[in-house]
């Protein structure tokens, strides 16, 4: 499994695509990584933007906890993306540049291609970690851990089980779609390899949550998941491991063992490869440290929480992430916010020549770094820096399945010919009378081996006397070490009537005409006759119209009207004067009002709790983008495992119209709902905002309050 690791600065626009090119193998996957610097070394706040692509499909994730502000504001942020393999924020989560990536095919050899939209002008260091080859297959997907036990993922490659899996999950995202909160912030990386009858697991977690009186920041690390969710209170929410058992026929099956809430999972599955994933920890004192293996690998990728292994979620969130390709292939970035402390104290670190970079401090300052020095029948690191701890750190190594060196022949080449460097090898079958200088040859029977006796040849040339392996290799014009001159009787050839050839074994090919391959292309020209014309559809809805929205009393023609008023398109027929109408609610049939979750907040509320009002009312800041159509948000709350409607709540409801926010136009779109009481007893409580086909709402925040 070829693999290449590297760094490239990203495009600044109007440059919006870039380009690792020549590689001599064909790229099947890359994981993108980056902590958004323009130079390696230490930057404030802590920022970790990931993905994986396989040139088709992306998944990525944005981690941010802001640096040098009160822990009591808004500070961490938190985002995952489906369509887009790395995405680069500010530090408050505005996007500023995303890519997707292709892989493709340039001569003999392939490229990589971002393309960056939208983009900015900072040149930040992207680092990569390319995996290839023949043999390898790759697909990207996510997914959702749902309930405790067995839960399937289903790949859809048709490669049957993955033989090594690298995940993610990102903080507090608990559907399989496009997220974007400012809840808390974090991620898990986790490493897994088959087969299910005994597979493997390494995981490691942080998390930093928001608007807390102190800073409450966290880390976990441990060789008995893939997966982990760690909850406010330091514990672990949900954990899955890879099963042991049965898996998926196309596809694999994590065990969950700890469930609170849904979490999504993305992943990148590789099948044919050699794959190792374990744990080890750093020596205490300077040196080299060797990781035996039963291969040699092509590429590993390493992650440390800068900790003793423990078993437990400890205090202060701290993710290393490195990869390599080669001794002088490598590099990683480091993650960190201290916890306990009133002022938040976030930092990165990036670094393009060690795999491991160690901090477990506030200052910061590193620790220790491991600069990876074997890649022969496992791998070896030589550390340095302020040892004393045996930090652990989680690996996965990989090779193609199969890849050993390759044997050759010396004494089958006469001289040192140039060779090109095709990605495929194919027998091609050219006629002798495609070439534009044919030698003339003696009138001799060819065999079907196509056997040359040396003396047809009118000079003497040096021939090479090649050593013949096995399988009976015929000698090619590429193994003349001359050009020899051939008599020019005519030649009357018996036996096959063309001859194999493979032109880019030639060092000097003879000149070849360039014969125009054409494809019979079936075309029946009668279905093309004239470009037809197309009607116009005009679409008839059925328009539900409330009378009692109606701000006068219209006299209303005659006929008798049973149940609700249903009227066409003509409805003015049916008004004998013109009725002024208060923004009625218009259902279109084929057009379908939904209620989805608002953000990822949940209110645990217990009316016990508030002595001093059993009153509340909804509040919040919301408008639409469509007069009629008012932005709305109602309140639910946790019964058993659904989420229903609090009974008495009203909709918040704001039918303030603009397309840009409060701040802009100086118009309010804050609301409030009449009181209301709460269910007794604690519950969790949450907002669904309504959505009609058609319009746009946007909603900038909301809570429960109490009327007292």
């Not at 590993?300 to 437990?312: H, M, N, P």
Request: proline share 7%; aromatic share 6%; hydrophobic share 40%.
């Amino acid at each position: 499994m070829p693999a290449t690791k590297g760094t490239f600065t990203k495009p600044i626009s109007p440059t919006n695509t870039n380009t690792i090119a020549g590689l001599l193998y064909e790229p099947r996957a890359i994981i993108l990584w980056t902590n958004s610097l323009t130079a390696g070394g230490f930057g404030t706040s802590a920022l970790l933007s990931a993905g994986f692509s396989d040139g088709t499909n992306h998944r990525s994730f944005v981690a941010i906890d802001r640096d040098a502000v009160g822990a009591g504001t808004v500070h961490t942020y938190q985002r995952y993306q489906k369509t887009v393999a790395l995405t680069i924020t500010s530090i408050t989560n505005s996007i500023l540049a995303s890519c997707t990536v292709a892989f493709v095919p340039s001569g003999p050899n392939w490229d990589v291609v971002f393309t960056w939209s939208p983009n900015d002008t900072t040149a930040n260091i992207i680092h990569y970690l390319i995996l290839g080859g023949a043999d390898m297959r790759a697909r990207v997907g996510s997914g959702v851990m749902s309930a405790v036990g067995t839960n399937n993922f289903t790949i859809g490659w048709g490669e049957g089980q993955p033989d090594a899996l690298f995940v993610f999950s990102p903080a507090l995202v608990n559907a399989d779609s496009d997220s974007n909160h400012a809840i808390a912030s974090g991620v898990s990386l986790g490493f897994g390899k088959g087969p299910a009858s005994a597979p493997a697991n390494g995981v490691s977690s942080v998390r930093c949550d928001n608007v807390e009186s102190i800073a409450d920041t966290k880390r976990y690390q441990r060789p008995t998941a893939i997966v982990t969710s760690l909850s406010a209170t330091n514990n672990i929410d949900t954990e899955a491991r890879l099963l042991t058992g049965t898996w998926p026929g196309d596809g694999f099956a994590l065990d969950v063992t700890t469930f609170v809430l849904s979490r999504a999972v993305a992943y990148l599955a590789l099948k044919n490869v050699d794959v190792a994933v374990g744990q080890g920890v750093a020596r205490t004192t300077a040196g080299a440290q060797a990781t035996a293996l039963p291969f040699s690998p092509e590429a590993i990728v390493l992650t440390s929480f800068c900790d003793t292994a423990r078993t437990g979620v400890r205090p202060s969130a701290r993710l290393s992430l490195g990869a390599a390709s080669a001794l002088t292939a490598e590099g990683g970035t480091w993650y960190g916010s201290t916890d306990a402390v009133s002022t938040v104290q976030a930092d990165r670190h990036g670094d393009a020549s060690n795999i491991l970079n160690i901090v477990d401090n506030g200052t910061p300052t590193l620790n220790a770094t491991a600069n990876v020095t074997g890649l022969t029948a496992g791998f070896e690191l030589t550390w340095s820096g302020t040892l004393g701890t045996l930090y652990e750190f989680n690996y996965i190594a990989l090779r193609e399945a199969g890849a050993a060196p390759g044997t050759v022949l010396p004494s089958l080449l006469s001289n040192a010919p140039v060779l090109p460097a095709p990605a495929h090898t194919r027998t091609i079958s050219i006629l002798p009378g495609l070439l534009s200088n044919a030698p003339s040859l003696s009138a001799p029977t060819l065999s079907a081996t196509a056997t040359v006796e040396p003396a047809l040849l009118s000079n003497a040339p040096v021939l090479s006397t090649p050593t013949l392996v096995p399988g009976s290799i015929s000698t090619l014009p590429a193994v003349l070490t001359n050009t020899p001159s051939l008599f020019s009787p005519g030649v009357t050839v018996a036996g096959p009537g063309e001859q194999t050839v493979q032109p880019p074994l030639l060092v000097n090919p003879p000149i070849l005409s360039t014969p125009t391959l054409a494809l019979t292309i079936s075309i029946l020209p009668v279905l093309l006759t004239n470009t037809p014309t197309i009607g116009t559809v005009v679409l008839v809805r059925v328009i539900t119209i409330e009378p009692s929205l109606l701000a006068n009393a219209p006299s209303l023609a005659a006929p008798a009207v049973e149940g609700a008023l249903t009227v066409d398109v003509e409805v003015t027929l049916l008004l004998l004067n013109a009725p002024i109408l208060n923004s009625p609610l218009v259902s279109v049939a084929g057009v379908t009002v939904t209620w989805t979750q608002y953000g990822e907040i949940t209110r645990l509320v217990n009316p016990a709790n508030h002595a001093s009002s059993t009153l509340y009312y909804l509040e919040g800041t919301l408008w639409s983008g469509a007069e009629g159509n008012p932005a709305m948000l109602r309140l639910m709350y946790l019964v058993g495992a659904a989420w229903q409607l609090v009974s008495g709540a009203p909709t918040l409801v704001s039918t303030v119209v603009s397309s840009d926010p409060p701040s802009t136009t100086g118009i309010s779109a804050r609301v409030r709902t009449a009181s209301f009481t709460l269910p007794s007893g604690a519950n969790e409580y949450r907002f669904e905002k309504q959505k009609l086909g058609g319009t746009v709402h946007w909603y900038a925040g909301a809570d429960i309050r109490g009327a007292g």
